[in-house]
Every structure is written in structure tokens, then in C-alpha cells.
């Protein structure tokens, strides 16, 4: 085992690191609770940005919304730098050191966290933006070339491609081999549909972002927001935002019993 290898193997047997990058799934299924409401406000007719960042904008205007985004940003770097860890040496709970495969998935999220934590930053300074628009602007400046479009294209069949991959987990029930007890039916549901809905929202922004590429529209590409505005002006567009809102409501909440059991 290398220097490094040992470094991050005496990390994960930190109880209070652990416990501070469980904070991260928690603090991660209050911001999509936010996602819920303020897509379920949207159904009625009321305005707001349906992503992480309109959650984080909603939180740090409230009182007290400051020190609430200084907690999101050690709470998201905690749990960055724990799949940070899980690159490096694999999964604690596992009898093995894990797959290239699960390594793999492992650095992605942590650059998932890393990116949310720097989000939450932003608002924790006063200086937070629409995610929404920040896409839009960057695939603007891309598209204004030809490899820049297919960069933009790329990146939405990466999203594509992780909604697929949530959808799928959601359908299979693998997320159950995440947790580190037999769950019951009523958490099973949780996920069923917590990952479900969350990866069809990923894979609409997805195809949004594909066909900003296509069209050469970069308004488009405004990620969740975008895909869950263009769902609310289908036919019968109130009642598929509610049901969206109570899927990411759910997700929400299952995230919660990923603070308490998840496998670390």
C-alpha cells in the first residue's frame, strides 16, 4: 500500500469525518426538499429556479441562510473528499479494494460534491448565481465554434447518460446494495421513485442541452430548471409538475436515510 493509499485508508477510520460526510447526504436531501417546493410553486403559477442553485438561493436569503450555505459548503467538501478516499482505496465496508468501475464512480461523485460545495460557497459569499443561466452563457461561448458545439453535445449525452443511469438504478433497486441494512419496503419505494424521477429530470436537461447543440440555441441549455420549465408547458403541465415536485420530494428524503445507513 502506498503512502497515499495508507493516508486515506486512516481517513475513512475517522468516526467524525465520517459522520461530517453523512452531514453532505443530509444537507443533500434539504436542498432537493427546496427543489421540490419550488417546483410544486411553479405548478401554481409562481416563479423560482427549479435546480440546486434556485434551492441554495431560496435558503440564503432566509435568516440565518448565511450560515446555513457555511455548513452546505464543509458538509459537501466532507463528503467530496470521502469518494475522494473511495477513489483511492475503495469502499470501507467492502471486503475487497472494489472495481476500476466503482473507483471510477466514486472520483465523479466526488466531483459532483466539490461542485456543489463551490456552488453553496458562492451564496455563502454573496456572490451565488443562477446555475441556469451560468449554462446557458458557457454553451453560448462554446457553440460560437464548431468543436465548442460538440463539446456542448457531448456534455448533454453525459447527463443523458447519467439520468439513464439513475432510472435504471431506480428501476433495479441497486440502490439497496448502498445501504448497510436490509431496508424496508417503505425505503425501497423511497428509491424506487426518488431515483426514478430524478433521472428522468437528468436525462430532460440532458436532451435539452443535445438539442440546444442541434439548433444552435443555447437558452436551452439551462439544465433541471430548463427541463422542468419545458414540462410544465406540456399538455397537462400542472399535474406533471406536481408529480415531479413529489418524486424529488422523495428523493429528497431518501437521501436522509442515506445520512443514517448508507454504506461508507
Known amino acids: 500500500m502506498t503512502k497515499g493509499e495508507q493516508l486515506a485508508d486512516r481517513a475513512q477510520n475517522t468516526d467524525a469525518f465520517e459522520k461530517a460526510a453523512r452531514a453532505g447526504h443530509a444537507v443533500s436531501g434539504f436542498v432537493h426538499l427546496l427543489i421540490a417546493f419550488i417546483i410544486f410553486r411553479l405548478a401554481f403559477g409562481q416563479g423560482g429556479n427549479a435546480d440546486q442553485s434556485g434551492a441554495l438561493g431560496e435558503l440564503a436569503g432566509k435568516p440565518g441562510g448565511r450560515i446555513a450555505m457555511w455548513v452546505a459548503v464543509a458538509a459537501f ?133 443535445v438539442v440546444a447543440a442541434v439548433t444552435s440555441d443555447p437558452s436551452k441549455a439551462t439544465g433541471i430548471d430548463g427541463a422542468v420549465k419545458e414540462l410544465g408547458a406540456q399538455p397537462f403541465g400542472q399535474i406533471l409538475l406536481v408529480l415531479a415536485a413529489v418524486g424529488i420530494a422523495l428523493y429528497g428524503l431518501y437521501a436522509f436515510v442515506l445520512a443514517r445507513w448508507a454504506r461508507m
Open 77 to 209: 467538501v466532507a463528503l467530496a473528499l470521502w469518494r475522494v478516499m473511495e477513489a483511492i482505496v475503495g469502499k470501507r465496508s467492502d471486503s475487497d479494494s472494489g472495481s476500476v468501475l466503482d473507483r471510477l464512480k466514486a472520483a465523479s461523485l466526488a466531483v459532483v460534491y466539490f461542485a456543489f460545495a463551490w456552488s453553496a460557497f458562492g451564496f455563502a459569499r454573496g456572490t451565488g448565481k443562477s446555475s441556469g443561466g451560468q449554462n446557458a452563457g458557457m454553451s453560448a461561448r462554446l457553440m460560437q465554434s464548431g468543436p465548442g458545439t460538440v463539446v456542448v453535445a457531448a456534455a448533454g449525452v453525459v447527463v443523458l447518460a447519467v439520468g439513464g443511469y439513475h432510472i435504471y438504478k431506480g428501476l433495479s433497486r441497486h440502490f439497496v446494495d448502498d445501504l448497510k441494512t436490509n431496508p424496508s419496503k417503505g425505503i425501497q419505494t423511497l428509491g424506487l421513485l426518488g431515483y426514478t424521477t430524478k433521472g428522468l429530470a437528468l436525462a430532460g436537461a440532458g436532451v435539452l442541452v
